[in-house]
């Protein structure tokens, strides 16, 4: 009933940009929170980004400065800015919202399926 839909993965070189996009559909009440988590292989999946309805951000330190979240709350979208890319950024990007569906149901995580990003050296 609620679906997160990644675009935007590729292939880039080091030192370029991606930008990535994360559509949130379904039964919806409202959406707290979104963020940005990554799973590199042989690696635990880690936090990247996040952002709350209100606009506070918070980014792991190893993209601070580089990548910048932003969401939509009209529109429930997120977005991650992703500049100055480094071969260690390649690995699987999942979109995350924090969500209730329904206003006497509690707030739960929802997952994407994830895109690949992958940066060449």
């Known amino acids: 009933q609620v679906q997160l839909v990644e675009s935007g993965g590729g292939l880039v070189q080091a030192g370029g940009s991606l930008r990535l996009s994360c559509v949130v559909s379904g039964s919806i009440f409202s959406i707290n929170a979104m963020g940005w988590y990554r799973q590199a292989p042989g690696k635990e999946r880690e936090l990247v980004a996040t952002?709350?309805?209100?606009?506070?951000?918070n980014y792991a330190d190893s993209v601070k400065g580089r990548f910048t979240i932003s969401a939509d709350n009209s529109k429930n979208t997120g977005n991650l800015q992703m500049n100055s890319l480094k071969p260690e950024d390649t690995a699987v990007y999942y979109c995350?919202?924090?969500?209730?569906?329904?206003?006497?149901?509690?707030?739960?995580?929802?997952w994407g399926q994830g895109t690949q990003v992958t940066v060449s050296s």
């Open positions: 952002i709350t309805r209100g606009g506070s951000t």
């Open positions: 995350n919202a924090n969500l209730k569906q329904r206003y006497s149901t509690p707030m739960r995580d929802y």
